[in-house]
């Protein structure tokens, strides 16, 4: 799943959501940044330290969706083994279950929302 991340109007990066943690309303991947991003005004973590909640400026959007409720944070790293790492936090549980329901995460931490019962 594909996701847009933005800064206003400007695109700053996308990422790709690979993993989630269902309970925790967590989802996060690998991210790609535009030119338009800057470590020093988007990212919360730069090469392991935490340098502010730099995501409060940030909205994501996903393929035909609105903007996701969702608090967001970067990480970023110039080792190419961790690279950039996307991490969005839901802010309510049903708008995560209606977006992530048919992700394989999803539907592995919730088997029996996979056969319908």
């Known amino acids: 799943?594909?996701?847009?991340?933005?800064?206003?109007?400007?695109?700053?990066g996308t990422a790709t959501i690979k993993h989630l943690d269902p309970p925790m309303g967590v989802a996060f991947g690998p991210f790609s940044p535009t030119s338009d991003y800057a470590s020093s005004a988007h990212a919360n973590v730069v090469e392991g330290d935490y340098v502010g909640d730099r995501g409060l400026v940030?909205?994501?959007?996903?393929?035909?969706?609105?903007?996701?409720d969702a608090s967001i944070a970067i990480e970023?790293?110039?080792?190419?083994?961790?690279?950039?790492?996307l991490t969005m936090f839901f802010k309510d549980g049903e708008n995560f279950a209606a977006f992530f329901a048919e992700h394989p995460d999803y539907r592995a931490y919730y088997p029996h929302l996979a056969n319908g019962s």
């Open 58 to 68: 940030l909205a994501a959007t996903a393929d035909q969706h609105d903007f996701l």
């Open 76 to 85: 970023d790293w110039t080792d190419p083994e961790i690279g950039k790492q």
């Open 1 to 12: 799943m594909q996701i847009q991340v933005f800064e206003g109007e400007t695109l700053v």
